[in-house]
Nanobody, 117 residues
Framework: QVQLVESGGGLVQAGGSLRLSCAASVSIFSINIMGWYRQAPGKQREWVAALTSGGTTNYIDSVKGRFTISRDNAKNTLYLQMNSLIPEDTAVYYC???????????WGQGTQVTVSQ
C-alpha cells in the first residue's frame, strides 16, 4: 500500500511558477514509475509528466520546456516544477505511483492549481 499526499498548489498569475510536491509513505527509490496527471473542470484527467526509476522523463507536449518532474529519494518525494504558467494549466493535479509492472496504481488526493490572466 502506498499513500501519496500532494501539496504546493495555489493561485498564481499567468507567467508565474509553482512547485508541486508528492510525499510518499514508502521509499520511492525503486518505484517503477511515478507521474503527474491533471483534470480541468469538465474535462477528462490527462497525463502530464512521468519519471521512471531509471531517471527517464516524459512530458505531454503542452508542458515541454515549462514543467520539470524530479524526485528526492531521501525525502520520498516527487516534484513538479511548473514555470511560465498559463490559464490552460488550471486543473487539479494528481500524483500517481506504480511500484512495479504488476502492481496496483496508487493516487493522491490532488492539489488545485489556478492560473489567472
Amino acid at each position: 500500500q502506498v499513500q501519496l499526499v500532494e501539496s504546493g498548489g495555489g493561485l498564481v498569475q499567468a507567467g508565474g511558477s509553482l512547485r508541486l510536491s508528492c510525499a510518499a509513505s514508502v521509499s520511492i527509490f525503486s518505484i517503477n514509475i511515478m507521474g503527474w496527471y491533471r483534470q480541468a473542470p469538465g474535462k477528462q484527467r490527462e497525463w502530464v509528466a512521468a519519471l521512471t526509476s531509471g531517471g527517464t522523463t516524459n512530458y505531454i507536449d503542452s508542458v515541454k520546456g515549462r514543467f520539470t518532474i524530479s524526485r528526492d529519494n531521501a525525502k520520498n518525494t516527487l516534484y513538479l516544477q511548473m514555470n511560465s504558467l498559463i490559464p490552460e494549466d488550471t486543473a487539479v493535479y494528481y500524483c500517481k505511483a506504480k511500484p512495479s509492472r504488476w502492481s496496483s496504481e496508487y493516487w493522491g488526493q490532488g492539489t488545485q492549481v489556478t492560473v489567472s490572466q
